[in-house]
Antibody, heavy 126, light 111 residues
């Protein structure tokens, strides 16, 4: 059974960089069959897609976050990561990592998240 | 403000049928697949419906999805107490540079 688990600091100061890692177990992320994504949810709010990363390192991001976000993947550790720079209180949220069933040859509208981590709360405050 | 619009809340008694709407545009629902996620309190979202009307393995057939034009809907028939959750629609949006968008979410309460 595939499992994902987010890890990283729960508190980040304004203007600093938020860094999270998603550890995947139960299968290798070194596969052409899936992308791997990050989604966040502010307290009491809705879901917001942040971006996806492919095993090759190829990425695509939500346009409004693109200037502050970097995703990477480490297939040797079966992990992928998220960095959000220059954070503000608006970046306070539960951050989820998830597997995207979309394969590289699929169209973008095949994006669908079928396995999710439990999520980790990141609070931006001084 | 979400690109996909859902009613904030809906309710029903056990056994009733509840239908959640999701309204979008030609940039998203009108030309792309619609997905639905269920989020029970304090848990991660769970995929409930993919490619408009396909149920993943394990999802009861009480749940059904449909799409017409730029709108989609999720129906829950034979409502049960364990269906009390938040429901989010989602789709790829081709405007700007392309992005995956979620609906605003609908809280379903079982009375």
């Amino acid at each position: 059974q595939l499992q994902l688990e987010e890890s990283g600091p729960g508190l980040v100061k304004p203007s600093e960089t938020l860094s999270l890692t998603c550890s995947v177990s139960g299968d290798s992320i070194n596969t052409k069959n899936y992308y791997w994504g990050w989604i966040r949810q502010p307290p009491g709010g809705g879901l917001e897609w942040i971006g996806n990363v492919y095993y090759s390192g190829s990425t695509y991001y939500k346009p409004s976050l693109k200037s502050r976000v970097t995703m990477s993947i480490d297939t040797s550790k079966n992990q992928f990561s998220l960095k959000v720079r220059s954070v503000t209180a608006a970046d306070t949220a539960v951050y989820f990592c998830a597997r995207d069933q979309r394969g590289y040859s699929d169209s973008a509208d095949a994006t669908v998240f079928d396995y999710w981590g439990r999520g980790t709360l990141v609070t931006v405050a001084s | 403000q979400s690109v996909l619009t859902q009613p904030p809340s809906m309710s029903g008694t056990p056994g009733q049928r509840v239908t959640i709407s999701c309204s979008g545009s030609s940039f998203n629902i009108g030309n792309n697949y619609v997905y639905w996620y269920q989020q029970l309190p304090g848990t991660a979202p769970k995929l409930l419906m993919y490619r408009n009307n396909q149920r993943p393995s394990g999802v009861p057939d009480r749940f059904s999805g449909s799409k017409s034009g730029t709108s989609a809907s999720l129906a829950i028939s034979g409502l049960r107490s364990e269906d009390e959750a938040d429901y989010f629609c989602a789709a790829w949006d081709d405007s700007v540079s392309g992005q995956y968008v979620f609906g605003s979410g609908t809280k379903v309460t079982v009375l």
